[in-house]
């Protein structure tokens, strides 16, 4: 079971929106950054958003995050066929002095 | 390039041990804390080890503390993963991920390498 909790999975139609929650406690995402995950079929994860809702250089503005005490979530907006894919939220654990995942949240465009 | 390359994974029986590298290229790997992420077959991601610029700080996950053991050679651009008493269970793709200082968020990630924990 992980430390972090995520929605098994999510779904909407091309062009629509589509909402990823991730919920913690107050030793990880209460007191530290959350980021976000795109894993691929088959591919290693890559950065979609770190320190809560920073976009890293390349990645479309269709992708938002936030953080509100301790949750956070992802929003994807102008749903693509490409984005079918397995998101993961992550941050540090202050309390237990180690990174922690969520279990994963898979996209389907329908 | 800024780019992250693992090796060292293969199969190996339970009790063994093996040694896994990551070389880092285009960017101060001095810099950077840096991870070890996992991934079994099927499942999802599992953070494993981090270790801080300077080797100062060396975190380990409960479930590898006491068998594996982070380590990094900056002058080489070198991380490592030394996994001793090698269980089924840590059968997985093994991701080293860079680690920009205070974010713990993971900017780079090498392709992975395959460990194979079985008799």
């Known amino acids: 079971q992980s430390v972090l909790t995520q929605p098994p999975s999510v779904s909407a139609a091309p062009g629509q929106k589509v909402t990823i929650s991730c919920s913690g406690s107050s030793s990880n995402i209460g007191q530290n950054y959350v980021s976000w995950y795109q894993q691929l079929p088959g591919t290693a994860p890559k950065l979609l958003i770190s320190e809560n809702n920073r976009r890293p250089s390349g990645i479309p503005d269709r992708f938002s995050g936030s953080k509100s005490d301790t949750s956070a979530t992802l929003g994807i907006t102008g749903l693509q066929t490409g984005d079918e894919a397995d998101y993961y939220c992550g941050a540090w654990d202050s309390g237990l002095n180690a990174g922690v995942f969520g279990g994963g949240t898979k996209v389907t465009v329908l | 390039e800024v780019q992250l390359v693992e090796s060292g994974g293969g199969l190996v029986k339970p009790g063994g041990s093996l040694r896994l590298s990551c070389e880092a290229s285009g960017f101060t790997f001095s810099s950077y804390n840096m991870d070890w992420v996992r991934q079994a077959p099927g499942k999802g991601l599992e953070w494993v080890s981090s270790i801080s610029s300077s080797s100062s700080y060396m975190y380990h996950a409960d479930a590898v503390k006491g068998r594996f053991t982070i380590s990094r050679d900056n002058a080489k651009k070198s991380l490592f993963l030394q996994m001793n008493s090698l269980r089924v269970e840590d059968t997985a793709v093994y991701y080293c991920?860079?680690?920009?200082?205070?974010?713990?968020?993971?900017?780079?990630w090498g392709r992975g390498t395959l460990v194979t924990v079985s008799s």
């Open positions: 991920a860079r680690d920009p200082p205070g974010v713990h968020g993971f900017d780079i």
